[in-house]
C-alpha cells in the first residue's frame, strides 16, 4: 500500500483546481509533518496529558499555518492596499466576497495538508484518544480486558508500554484508533475536492468571460506581473544608479549594469497618485466597451491628463527648477511637471 502522504500529495497535484505553487506548499508541510512525527512527537501517555497533547498535535500547527498563509497572501495585501489607497470607494461587497474566498481557499492549503497527514499517519489521534477506548469492548481470543487501572493502562499504550500479558489487546486499540484517524483523514480530503468543485461550478457560472476569455485574462494576469516585476527592477537600478552618481560623481557597474543602462536609459521618480492608481484590487469591469484586466490596465487605459495628475505631496520632492517667466507668459496648469533630465552614467 502506497504511502498516505504520497497519495494525498498525488491527490493536490492533479486537482485541476490548486495551481503547483500549492502543490509546494503541500510538499513543504507534508516534509514539515514527516520531520515532526519522527524527531519531536512523544506522546506522554499520562491520562489527561495524552487528550491535550494529541489535540495540539493535529490542530495547533494547522491553526498556525491558516494565519500565516493568510498574511503572507498577496491579496491580502491587495485588500488592505485597496482599502488605505481608495478608502474602498472601488471594492463593492462582491469585490470584497471574491478576494475573500480568494485569500481562505489558498490559505487552507497548508493547515489542510497537516491535518490530512496527521491523520493518515494516526499516531496523534492514537494519543489523544486510547484512554477513551471503551474497555469492556475490547476482546483477544476468549480473554477480556481487566477493568482495574483501565485508563491508566490504555493512556499507556501509544508509548508502547503496559503488561506484556495485553499486547494483544494494545494491538487491537491501536488498530481501532487509527482506522478512525484515516476514515476521518479521508473524509476530510473528500469534503475539500467537494467544495473546491462547488466553488469552482459556481464561480463559472457567475462568471463574466467565455472560457477562451477567462484563460486570455488568466495569460494576461501572469504577464502582466512578470513583466512588471522585471521593469521595476531595471527603473529600480536606472534610478539608484543616477542617485548614486548624483552624491559620489562616479558609479561603480557591473558589465550587465552597463548593458541595462545603456539600453533603458529613462528614470524618473513615479508620483505617489500613480501607484496608488495601479495598487489594490481589482474586479473585472468595461469601459466604452473595453474590457479592463487589472488596475494598472484601467490606468493605461485613462485619459493622458488623469494618468499624469499631480499628487501635491509630493511635489516638493520632485525638486524642479523654478521656470523664469517673463511678462507675457502664463504658466500652463495642464502641463505635466517632469523630473529631471537624467545624469550621464558613463565611466569616469
Known amino acids: 500500500m502506497a504511502n498516505p502522504s504520497v497519495r494525498f500529495l498525488s491527490f493536490l497535484f492533479k486537482s485541476n483546481d490548486l495551481v503547483s505553487l500549492n502543490g509546494l506548499v503541500a510538499l513543504v508541510t507534508t516534509s514539515g509533518q514527516e520531520l515532526f512525527s519522527l524527531f519531536a512527537f512523544h506522546c506522554p501517555c499520562t491520562p489527561g496529558s495524552n487528550y491535550q497533547y494529541g489535540r495540539i498535535t493535529i490542530g495547533g500547527p494547522a491553526l498556525v499555518f491558516f494565519f500565516i498563509s493568510i498574511f503572507l497572501n498577496k491579496q ?9 489607497c481608495h478608502k474602498t470607494k472601488k471594492c463593492s461587497i462582491i469585490t ?60 499507556s499504550f501509544p ?8 499486547s494483544d489487546f494494545q494491538e487491537e486499540v491501536n488498530r481501532r484508533l487509527k482506522y478512525e484517524s484515516q476514515h476521518l483523514g479521508w473524509l476530510l480530503i ?63 557597474l557591473s558589465q550587465r549594469d552597463k548593458a541595462l543602462l545603456a539600453k533603458f536609459p529613462e528614470k524618473g521618480t513615479h508620483l505617489k497618485l500613480q501607484w496608488d ?19 494598472l490596465h484601467e490606468w493605461a487605459q485613462s485619459p493622458s491628463g488623469k494618468a499624469r ?19 507675457s507668459q502664463t504658466p500652463d496648469p495642464s502641463s505635466p511637471i517632469l523630473p529631471p533630465a537624467p545624469l550621464a552614467l558613463g565611466e569616469e
Open 277 to 295: 492608481n495601479i495598487t489594490g484590487s481589482y474586479l473585472f469591469q468595461k469601459k466604452l466597451g473595453i474590457p479592463l484586466y487589472s488596475r
Open 159 to 166: 508509548c508502547r508500554e503496559g503488561p506484556a500479558n495485553l
Open 96 to 155: 470584497t466576497f471574491l478576494l475573500l474566498k480568494s485569500i481562505l481557499v489558498r490559505a487552507l492549503v497548508a493547515p489542510v495538508t497537516w491535518l490530512v497527514i496527521s491523520l493518515m499517519r494516526g499516531e496523534a489521534y492514537v494519543c489523544a484518544f486510547s484512554e477513551f477506548v471503551d474497555p469492556s469492548s475490547l476482546t483477544a481470543g476468549d480473554e477480556s480486558f481487566p477493568l482495574s487501572d483501565a485508563t491508566w493502562v490504555l493512556a
Open 190 to 252: 473528500f469534503s475539500m475536492a467537494i467544495l473546491l468543485l462547488v466553488i469552482k461550478f459556481f464561480q463559472s457560472c457567475g462568471s463574466k468571460f467565455g472560457y477562451r476569455q477567462e484563460d486570455y485574462l488568466t495569460s494576461y494576469l501572469a504577464n502582466e506581473e512578470r513583466l512588471f516585476q522585471r521593469t521595476a527592477e531595471v527603473h529600480s537600478l536606472v534610478m539608484a544608479a543616477n542617485n548614486v552618481k548624483r552624491f559620489f560623481g562616479f558609479v561603480a
Open 76 to 84: 491580502t495585501r491587495n485588500l488592505v492596499a485597496e482599502w488605505r
Open 309 to 327: 495628475v499631480i499628487n501635491m505631496e509630493m511635489a516638493p520632492l520632485l525638486h524642479h527648477p523654478e521656470p523664469h517667466l517673463t511678462a
